[in-house]
């Protein structure tokens, strides 16, 4: 189909499961544990797994629209990263490695894409093309989040962020949500040529699915006192990526980081981590002094403008899409990928329009209703 018949980011998805390699939609879909036994024994409905609660959650939030207020005009752009990143939608791509598994130009089809419709990319540590190569592909003054996985040998993720401040990135991404990687068996069991990856990261190859083999250098016993580290080594503000309770968002800001990113890794590392939004509402709940010391971004499960809308009134600042732009790019390259940035962005502002605001500012705690958890 051309590209322009893709309504929504689940017509991505259909669409990549299609024409992608086995190795390559069982790398991108999967997630650990259950995700995969349990759909063979339960009806969807029942299905509850971290990957598929993540999107549920946003089915607790109901709107509360206000009518009679003049929405022709909407503004969707904000400043991030304390106020010095301009973006155009509260969206970003979330870095998620080896995008050129399902698109021969990979990670810069989605760079291009970022850089058209002026959003954020993620760049994963595991990128399948070279850092370089992103980061020339980038239009002038367009912004790039490196997310970094912390080397056993220090010494070479110093030289990457040394490069990174050099080249003029405006954040890193440090992920903490995964010092060893979840049990994808999806991914491990199938069979797939050898993974290479552009930043050189040089994991092991022997069998055991994508992840396995590229995550092989990243150090489990990363702690808390890193962050000085990080700090010694790279100016740039730092979000740590994979937060999943509020006692470790207090943590984060008595570090002094810049931000926090609520994910459980799209459901790919721990199974029965909470869903994301789901920290977001505890934290708004327990601690919302917490919103003024940190930026607070989520991902795991968004795939509609009203999910977006529903986190931002939440007091989330920025909001990522991991899969959907990965199957976006994969089955229609870098129209593929602004396809998808067109569609949140059509999704949000008719969104704000039908919820009765029209900046980001407006979207308040009020306007949202969270009903109570139910359990199976
Ligand atoms: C990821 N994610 C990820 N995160 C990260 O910090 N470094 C990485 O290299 C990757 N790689 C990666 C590969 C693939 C195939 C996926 C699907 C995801 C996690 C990603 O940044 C994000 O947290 C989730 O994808 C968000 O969930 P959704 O949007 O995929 O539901």
Redo the contacts with the bound molecule.
């Keep these: 189909p051309p590209v322009g018949a893709m309504l929504n980011l689940d017509d991505f998805e259909r669409c990549s499961k299609e024409i992608l390699t086995d190795q390559a939609w069982a790398?991108?879909s999967s997630a650990g544990d259950d995700e995969i036994s349990r759909l063979l024994r339960l009806s969807p409905l029942l299905l509850r797994t971290a990957v598929n609660e993540?999107r549920n959650a946003y089915g607790r939030v109901w709107f509360k629209p206000r009518i009679l207020r003049k929405v022709g005009v909407v503004d969707t752009a904000s400043k991030l990263v304390g106020g010095v990143v301009d973006s155009a939608l509260p969206i970003y791509i979330?870095?998620?490695?080896?995008a050129k598994l399902g698109h021969p130009e990979g990670e810069l089809n989605l760079t291009r894409a970022a850089g058209a419709h002026k959003i954020i990319q993620g760049v994963?540590?595991?990128a399948s093309v070279s850092l370089d190569e992103i980061l020339a592909a980038r239009e002038e003054g367009q912004p790039i989040i490196y997310?970094l996985y912390v080397n056993k040998d220090r010494s070479a993720s110093e030289r990457i962020l040394q490069k990174i401040q050099e080249k003029g990135c405006q954040a890193v991404?440090l992920?903490v949500d995964a010092p060893v990687m979840g049990k994808r068996e999806r991914d491990m069991r199938a069979k797939g040529e050898v993974v290479s990856t552009g930043g050189g990261s040089g994991g092991d190859t022997h069998g055991g699915g994508v992840a396995q083999a590229i995550s092989g250098y990243i150090d489990p016993n990363l702690a808390w006192e890193d962050v000085k580290w990080f700090k010694k080594h790279c100016k740039l503000p730092l979000f740590l990526?994979g937060i999943q309770t509020v006692d470790d968002v207090v943590l984060a800001a008595q570090h002094g980081v810049q931000g926090v990113i609520l994910?459980n890794?799209?459901g790919?590392s721990l199974d029965y981590s909470r869903p994301p939004l789901d920290v977001l509402i505890d934290l708004r709940q327990q601690r919302p002094d917490l919103f003024e010391h940190l930026e607070v971004w989520v991902?795991?499960?968004?795939r509609r403008g009203t999910d977006v809308v529903k986190a931002l009134a939440l007091g989330a600042s920025a909001v990522?899409?991991?899969?959907?732009f990965?199957y976006a790019q994969s089955g229609f390259g870098q129209p593929g990928a602004e396809r998808a940035i067109e569609i949140m962005r059509d999704e949000v502002e008719r969104c704000m329009r039908l919820l009765g605001v029209t900046s980001l500012k407006e979207l308040t705690p009020e306007m949202v209703e969270v009903l109570p958890r139910v359990f199976a």
């Excluded at 991902?299 to 968004?302: A, L, N, P």
């Design positions: 790398y991108y993540n979330s870095p998620a490695a080896m994963s540590a595991n997310q991404m992920t990526k994910s890794h799209g790919r991902d795991g499960g968004v990522g899409l991991g899969r959907p990965l």
